[in-house]
């Protein structure tokens, strides 16, 4: 699929996903989802990819929500089938044994939210708002926004945000555990890349495994998430990885991580 909406580039390990609309604020429309899910396909794919940054186009927003004009044209049974292709889009990247980072360089509304909820970590830029302002519509978030930001922030502050439709500001998103760290805007790129370097320089199987036992587990009982927890501790540890780990700590030197 040609990929008109986003700009996508893999640069030494690291996948850049940009979402390319600025003269709308990166807003999303069917296109755009449409093209993410062929994106995230790639991600989940292609070999050369270890890890993600996601950040929009320009100095204004991530993504400013929705196209408004395609939400007003649509009945009951689009807007299911509209809410169903964005979850399945989000739920695949949040699932991607690979490190996601959303690099909020601005708006981060409604659907823009909800994708970068879907990210594994986000740094947002001081100039960063974050909102899911739907109910200002008359609608509900469809993309994820009211299980995830739930189950990121607590249920008390979620529901204060998703029923007021406010805006976040960076600050209180980095304050209530929305966001992982804030830059200057100036630094945002850097900073995500850094990021990503870092969990690069570890071992490949290790960061797959991290990125399944917390996705997974969250979705068991805390017994079930423990035997699954033990479960890849096993299986890491046959690796030849966990056999260079150890022996480099030892010898002092730094670990030459293969993902075997």
């Given at each position: ?37 062929v994106v995230v ?120 945000i998703l029923l ?64 699954y927890e033990a ?30």
């Open positions: 699929m040609k990929l008109d909406n986003i700009l996508y580039e893999v640069k030494e390990g690291i996948a850049w996903v940009t979402f390319n609309r600025p003269k709308v604020l990166n807003a999303l429309n069917h296109q755009t989802i449409e093209e993410l899910a396909d790639d991600l989940a794919k292609n070999t050369a990819v270890r890890a993600a940054i996601l950040t929009g186009a320009g100095e204004k927003a991530f993504v400013a929500g929705a196209d408004i004009r395609e939400l007003a044209s649509l009945d009951p049974l689009a807007a299911k089938e509209f809410a169903r292709k964005g979850q399945a889009v989000t739920l695949a990247l949040e699932n991607l044994s690979k490190p996601v980072i959303a690099a909020v360089n601005g708006f981060a509304l409604g659907g823009g939210c909800e994708i970068a909820l879907a990210c594994h970590m986000r740094i947002a830029s001081e100039n960063a708002v974050f909102g899911q302002p739907e109910v200002n519509l008359g609608i509900i978030p469809g993309y994820g926004g009211t299980q995830r930001l739930a189950r990121l922030v607590g249920k008390g502050r979620a529901l204060e007021s439709g406010r805006m976040v500001s960076a600050e209180e998103a980095f304050q209530i555990g929305l966001v992982n760290k804030v830059v200057p805007p100036e630094a945002l790129v850097q900073e995500a890349e850094k990021w990503a370097g870092t969990i690069l320089s570890k071992g490949p199987l290790a960061v797959r495994y991290v990125l399944d036992a917390v996705n997974h587990g969250l979705n068991m009982s805390l017994p079930d998430a423990l035997d479960s890849l501790f096993g299986l890491v540890c046959q690796t030849e990885d966990r056999k260079e780990g150890t022996r480099a700590f030892l010898e002092k030197r730094p670990a030459q991580f293969k993902g075997k």
